[in-house]
Protein backbone atom coordinates (compact mmCIF):
# COMPACT_ATOMS: atom_id res chain seq x y z
CA UNK A 1 0.00 0.00 0.00
CA UNK A 2 1.60 3.43 -0.88
CA UNK A 3 2.68 5.42 1.58
CA UNK A 4 0.10 8.64 1.22
CA UNK A 5 -2.99 5.90 1.94
CA UNK A 6 -2.47 5.17 5.30
CA UNK A 7 -5.71 5.89 6.93
CA UNK A 8 -8.36 3.65 5.96
CA UNK A 9 -12.21 5.34 6.07
CA UNK A 10 -14.05 2.98 5.23
CA UNK A 11 -13.08 -1.37 4.97
CA UNK A 12 -14.37 -3.38 1.89
CA UNK A 13 -17.01 -5.63 4.16
CA UNK A 14 -18.62 -2.27 5.80
CA UNK A 15 -19.14 -0.85 2.40
CA UNK A 16 -21.00 -3.63 0.92
CA UNK A 17 -23.22 -3.82 4.15
CA UNK A 18 -23.98 -0.51 3.61
CA UNK A 19 -24.37 -0.52 -0.08
CA UNK A 20 -26.92 -3.93 0.61
CA UNK A 21 -28.77 -1.14 2.89
CA UNK A 22 -29.12 1.33 0.52
CA UNK A 23 -30.48 -0.77 -2.11
CA UNK A 24 -33.02 -1.81 -0.25
CA UNK A 25 -33.93 1.37 1.04
CA UNK A 26 -34.17 1.88 -3.03
CA UNK A 27 -35.94 -1.36 -4.06
CA UNK A 28 -38.84 -0.48 -1.31
CA UNK A 29 -39.34 2.99 -2.44
CA UNK A 30 -39.69 2.12 -6.31
CA UNK A 31 -41.26 -1.19 -5.38
CA UNK A 32 -43.16 -2.10 -8.12
CA UNK A 33 -41.33 0.53 -10.86
CA UNK A 34 -38.14 0.09 -13.08
CA UNK A 35 -35.58 2.36 -12.23
CA UNK A 36 -33.05 4.10 -14.75
CA UNK A 37 -29.81 4.47 -12.88
CA UNK A 38 -27.62 6.80 -14.20
CA UNK A 39 -24.10 6.62 -13.38
CA UNK A 40 -21.92 9.26 -13.78
CA UNK A 41 -18.40 9.15 -14.68
CA UNK A 42 -15.99 8.28 -14.14
CA UNK A 43 -15.79 8.07 -10.33
CA UNK A 44 -19.63 5.63 -9.77
CA UNK A 45 -19.09 2.98 -11.91
CA UNK A 46 -17.51 0.61 -8.97
CA UNK A 47 -20.50 1.87 -6.04
CA UNK A 48 -23.17 1.32 -9.40
CA UNK A 49 -22.52 -1.99 -9.71
CA UNK A 50 -22.53 -2.74 -6.34
CA UNK A 51 -25.50 -1.34 -6.31
CA UNK A 52 -27.44 -2.40 -9.05
CA UNK A 53 -26.71 -5.88 -8.36
CA UNK A 54 -27.91 -5.55 -4.88
CA UNK A 55 -31.33 -4.06 -6.03
CA UNK A 56 -34.71 -6.30 -6.27
CA UNK A 57 -36.66 -4.39 -8.41
CA UNK A 58 -35.45 -4.20 -12.40
CA UNK A 59 -33.32 -1.31 -13.37
CA UNK A 60 -31.75 0.12 -16.71
CA UNK A 61 -28.65 1.79 -17.02
CA UNK A 62 -26.88 4.55 -18.63
CA UNK A 63 -23.45 7.03 -18.20
CA UNK A 64 -23.39 10.81 -18.07
CA UNK A 65 -19.67 12.41 -17.76
CA UNK A 66 -19.33 16.24 -16.85
CA UNK A 67 -16.33 18.14 -16.41
CA UNK A 68 -15.52 21.35 -14.13
CA UNK A 69 -13.62 23.72 -15.60
CA UNK A 70 -10.61 24.45 -13.04
CA UNK A 71 -7.78 23.29 -11.45
CA UNK A 72 -7.40 20.94 -8.75
CA UNK A 73 -9.32 19.18 -6.69
CA UNK A 74 -12.06 22.24 -6.45
CA UNK A 75 -14.90 22.40 -8.57
CA UNK A 76 -14.60 25.98 -10.49
CA UNK A 77 -18.48 26.27 -10.91
CA UNK A 78 -18.33 26.27 -14.63
CA UNK A 79 -19.91 22.83 -15.41
CA UNK A 80 -20.33 20.92 -18.94
CA UNK A 81 -21.51 18.02 -19.71
CA UNK A 82 -18.94 15.88 -21.78
CA UNK A 83 -20.68 12.84 -22.47
CA UNK A 84 -24.10 12.80 -22.53
CA UNK A 85 -26.72 9.90 -21.77
CA UNK A 86 -27.67 7.38 -25.12
CA UNK A 87 -31.36 7.04 -23.64
CA UNK A 88 -34.74 8.94 -23.54
CA UNK A 89 -35.57 9.71 -19.75
CA UNK A 90 -39.11 10.91 -20.65
CA UNK A 91 -41.84 9.49 -18.05
CA UNK A 92 -38.81 7.43 -16.89
CA UNK A 93 -38.35 7.63 -12.82
CA UNK A 94 -34.36 8.29 -12.88
CA UNK A 95 -32.03 7.75 -10.15
CA UNK A 96 -28.41 9.18 -10.79
CA UNK A 97 -25.65 7.23 -9.18
CA UNK A 98 -22.99 9.67 -8.05
CA UNK A 99 -19.45 8.73 -6.05
CA UNK A 100 -19.20 11.86 -3.76
CA UNK A 101 -20.98 14.73 -3.48
CA UNK A 102 -19.10 17.81 -2.43
CA UNK A 103 -19.84 21.55 -3.95
CA UNK A 104 -22.75 20.63 -5.07
CA UNK A 105 -22.36 21.91 -7.88
CA UNK A 106 -21.95 18.82 -10.90
CA UNK A 107 -25.13 17.31 -9.51
CA UNK A 108 -27.30 20.36 -9.83
CA UNK A 109 -25.98 21.02 -13.04
CA UNK A 110 -26.41 17.46 -14.05
CA UNK A 111 -29.89 17.45 -12.39
CA UNK A 112 -31.16 20.12 -13.72
CA UNK A 113 -30.09 19.21 -17.30
CA UNK A 114 -32.25 15.91 -16.86
CA UNK A 115 -35.54 17.73 -15.63
CA UNK A 116 -35.55 19.49 -18.68
CA UNK A 117 -36.33 16.29 -20.45
CA UNK A 118 -39.66 15.19 -18.77
CA UNK A 119 -38.34 11.94 -16.21
CA UNK A 120 -41.27 11.08 -14.34
CA UNK A 121 -38.93 11.76 -11.20
CA UNK A 122 -35.13 12.04 -10.46
CA UNK A 123 -33.51 11.31 -7.31
CA UNK A 124 -30.02 11.04 -6.56
CA UNK A 125 -27.81 8.77 -4.74
CA UNK A 126 -24.30 9.81 -3.28
CA UNK A 127 -22.02 7.41 -1.78
CA UNK A 128 -20.02 10.04 0.23
CA UNK A 129 -21.43 13.52 1.19
CA UNK A 130 -19.27 16.17 1.54
CA UNK A 131 -21.73 18.30 3.39
CA UNK A 132 -20.31 21.10 5.20
CA UNK A 133 -18.53 21.55 1.84
CA UNK A 134 -21.72 22.90 -0.31
CA UNK A 135 -21.60 25.95 -2.72
CA UNK A 136 -24.85 25.24 -3.64
CA UNK A 137 -28.07 24.10 -2.02
CA UNK A 138 -28.68 20.40 -2.47
CA UNK A 139 -29.63 17.39 -1.00
CA UNK A 140 -29.01 13.72 -2.03
CA UNK A 141 -32.05 11.53 -1.79
CA UNK A 142 -29.79 8.39 -0.33
CA UNK A 143 -26.24 9.16 0.85
CA UNK A 144 -24.20 5.97 2.10
CA UNK A 145 -21.60 8.09 4.52
CA UNK A 146 -21.63 11.46 5.44
CA UNK A 147 -17.99 12.75 5.57
CA UNK A 148 -15.93 15.99 7.21
CA UNK A 149 -13.34 17.61 4.65
CA UNK A 150 -10.35 15.67 3.04
CA UNK A 151 -9.93 13.84 -0.50
CA UNK A 152 -10.89 10.14 -0.73
CA UNK A 153 -9.91 7.94 -2.98
CA UNK A 154 -11.07 4.28 -3.40
CA UNK A 155 -13.61 2.56 -4.57
CA UNK A 156 -13.97 3.96 -7.61
CA UNK A 157 -12.55 7.66 -6.55
CA UNK A 158 -8.87 8.74 -7.75
CA UNK A 159 -6.58 11.09 -7.74
CA UNK A 160 -4.71 11.87 -10.84
CA UNK A 161 -6.59 9.09 -12.51
CA UNK A 162 -4.28 6.32 -9.66
CA UNK A 163 -5.99 4.15 -6.86
CA UNK A 164 -9.68 3.83 -8.48
CA UNK A 165 -9.19 0.31 -8.01
CA UNK A 166 -9.05 -0.04 -4.60
CA UNK A 167 -11.77 -1.81 -2.74
CA UNK A 168 -11.77 0.22 0.33
CA UNK A 169 -11.90 3.95 0.68
CA UNK A 170 -8.65 5.76 1.65
CA UNK A 171 -8.07 9.36 3.13
CA UNK A 172 -5.11 10.70 0.70
CA UNK A 173 -2.55 12.39 3.59
CA UNK A 174 0.21 13.64 1.35
CA UNK A 175 3.93 13.58 2.32
CA UNK A 176 5.14 15.96 5.04
CA UNK A 177 6.65 19.06 3.59
CA UNK A 178 10.02 17.42 4.98
CA UNK A 179 9.36 14.32 2.82
CA UNK A 180 8.98 16.23 -0.39
CA UNK A 181 11.65 18.06 0.07
CA UNK A 182 14.00 15.50 0.78
CA UNK A 183 12.46 13.31 -2.65
CA UNK A 184 12.64 16.40 -4.70
P1 LIG B 1 -18.98 18.80 -6.73
O1 LIG B 1 -19.48 19.47 -7.95
O2 LIG B 1 -20.06 18.31 -5.80
O3 LIG B 1 -18.15 17.63 -7.33
O4 LIG B 1 -17.97 19.66 -6.00
C1 LIG B 1 -18.13 16.36 -6.92
C2 LIG B 1 -16.99 15.75 -7.70
O5 LIG B 1 -15.75 16.21 -7.18
C3 LIG B 1 -14.83 15.16 -7.11
N1 LIG B 1 -14.41 14.99 -5.71
C4 LIG B 1 -13.61 14.02 -5.27
N2 LIG B 1 -13.00 13.02 -5.93
N3 LIG B 1 -12.04 12.30 -3.91
C5 LIG B 1 -12.21 12.15 -5.24
O6 LIG B 1 -11.68 11.22 -5.81
C6 LIG B 1 -12.61 13.28 -3.18
O7 LIG B 1 -12.43 13.37 -1.96
C7 LIG B 1 -13.44 14.20 -3.91
N4 LIG B 1 -14.16 15.28 -3.54
C8 LIG B 1 -14.75 15.74 -4.67
C9 LIG B 1 -15.54 13.95 -7.65
O8 LIG B 1 -15.17 13.81 -9.00
C10 LIG B 1 -16.99 14.26 -7.55
O9 LIG B 1 -17.72 13.63 -8.58
MG1 LIG C 1 -17.10 12.16 -9.91
Do not use: W
Amino acid sequence: MADVLKKVLLEPSEISGRVSEMAGAISRDYAGREILVIGVLKGAFVFMADLIRALSIPCQTDFIRAASYGAGTESSGKIAITKDIEMDVAGRDVLVVEDILDSGLTLRYIVDALKLRNPRSVKVCAFLDKRKRRKVHFEADYVGYTMEDGFVVGYGLDFNEQYRFLPGVYVLDPAPEGEKEANE
